[in-house]
């Protein structure tokens, strides 16, 4: 059992078949095919193709290795085949759905400060700088450090990030303060600079 499956025993299913959760490997994989669902998708922002959708399930069904060796082999396009009967059967917007609802549930959402800057961003960390991350902070080699599930991986490297001084991560409570402070400013009631604000 892989450090991802005893963390995360969740399964996902897209047109009956179960995904494993997802890894680095499994997001560098996507990406290296050119599968729109490499990242993290939007879920109005996503038009399934067949063959897409096929692919993404042929690589997060199965470890990101195995999955690897699959690629441009006979047995990639028979199970890709297997594959697009089932989804056409399942229905291919709602395979979709599943698939985007499986990956955004893999990808966390980090919003921090920049204090250089400033400004406030969200999270979209390069995959290779967070591979490399989990290889030198957690001591990993290459092939344990693809398969950390995603968010694990994302988080660790936010988390360090903030230890070094280069973010502050923003919880929940400095998203709901940030919004307040955008009401009031639209609104126009905003103390002016240098008002003494006193407590009753």
């Known amino acids: 059992m892989s450090f991802a499956t005893a963390v995360f025993p969740d399964r996902y299913r897209c047109a009956g ?101 400033g400004r406030s961003r969200r999270s979209g960390a390069d995959l290779l700088h967070v591979l490399i991350d989990r290889q030198i902070r957690a001591g990993l080699t290459l092939q344990e450090a693809l398969g950390v599930h995603l968010p694990v991986a994302c988080w660790a490297a936010a988390i360090e990030a903030e230890r070094n001084g280069a973010i502050s991560i923003r919880g929940e409570l400095d998203e709901e303060i940030s919004r307040a402070y955008d009401r009031m400013k639209a609104a126009g009631r905003l103390p002016e600079p240098g008002t003494v604000i006193r407590r009753n």
Do not use: K
Request: charged share 20%.
């Open 17 to 117: 078949m179960a995904l494993l959760p997802h890894t680095l490997g499994h997001a560098l994989l996507l990406q290296r095919l050119g599968n729109p669902f490499a990242g993290r998708p939007q879920a109005d922002a996503v038009s399934p193709r067949l063959g897409d959708v096929a692919q993404a399930l042929l690589v997060c069904s199965r470890p990101h290795a195995e999955a690897l060796r699959m690629i441009d082999t006979w047995r990639e396009r028979v199970w890709l085949a297997v594959a697009s009967w089932r989804v056409t059967r399942a229905g291919l917007a709602r395979t979709g759905d599943e698939l985007v609802a499986y990956l955004q549930a893999a990808w966390p959402t980090i919003n921090w400060w920049q204090p250089a800057e």
